[in-house]
């Protein structure tokens, strides 16, 4: 089973930044938060991971607390390509038999 | 070039017959495997091989039987399609089988008759 939880569906304008929230409040000290995202017809993609501190690449900025129960991803100009279900995943056992367990996901649609 | 490119996109088949989706990752990655989606777009683990050796097997049928002839490579044959296996299924490929980031596939969307 999936170690996290998300809210099924959200909206956001256009333009503006989006924040997608995560809790996973039985997250272990040495594991990491990734975030994965599934456009309609297409096979997921990689976004961003954190363990601790917050991170940003050219996608996505990624916001952990400290107590790393729970996270938030932020689309910080969201456009209409970024329709699509986000996942936020924490890997599940450890070494090389350790796997991400996909969640239901939430479903972000960018308005006009 | 498709990192991860998977054969066929589409496939429709009946009942019973025997099937096979290939993968190749251009990556030079150890790490390969196969997820199903099924209808209510749930993400599962079938599969994961590391260099050719099956490291993970996520109690699925044993009609299903992956084959890694190389580590670039990774195949899903399916003996004895039923109804119930349907789905997309797709092919992943990461750098090492502990590595968080994997690169997906666009998918192979089998539909059994």
């Known amino acids: 089973d999936a170690k996290t939880t998300q809210p099924p569906s959200m909206d956001c304008a256009e333009g503006r930044a989006a924040n997608l929230p995560c809790n996973h409040s039985t997250i272990s000290g040495n594991e990491y938060v990734y975030w994965y995202r599934q456009i309609h017809s297409q096979g997921p993609q990689y976004i961003i991971h954190g363990l601790k501190n917050n991170e940003t690449n050219e996608m996505a900025s990624l916001i952990i607390t400290e107590d790393r129960k729970s996270s938030t991803l932020i689309l910080p100009h969201a456009t209409l390509r970024d329709t699509a279900v986000y996942y936020c995943?924490?890997?599940?056992?450890?070494?090389?038999?350790?796997?991400?367990?996909f969640g239901q996901g939430t479903t972000l649609q960018v308005k006009p | 070039d498709t990192a991860v490119s998977q054969t066929p996109k589409y496939l429709v088949t009946q009942m019973g017959n025997d099937k096979s989706i290939k993968c190749e990752q251009n990556l030079g990655h150890d790490t390969m495997y196969w997820y199903k989606q099924d209808s209510k777009k749930f993400l599962k683990i079938m599969f994961s091989?590391?260099?050719?050796?099956?490291?993970i097997n996520e109690t699925v049928p044993n009609r299903f039987s992956p084959k890694s002839p190389d580590k670039a490579h990774l195949n899903l044959h399916i003996n004895s399609l039923e109804l119930g296996d349907s789905a997309v299924y797709f092919c992943?490929?990461?750098?090492?089988?502990?590595?968080?980031?994997?690169?997906f596939g666009e998918g192979s969307r089998l539909t059994v008759l």
């Open positions: 995943i924490v890997r599940v056992g450890s070494g090389n038999t350790g796997k991400l367990i």
């Open positions: 091989y590391n260099n050719k050796e099956l490291i």
């Open positions: 992943a490929s990461s750098q090492s089988p502990g590595a968080g980031e994997l690169f």
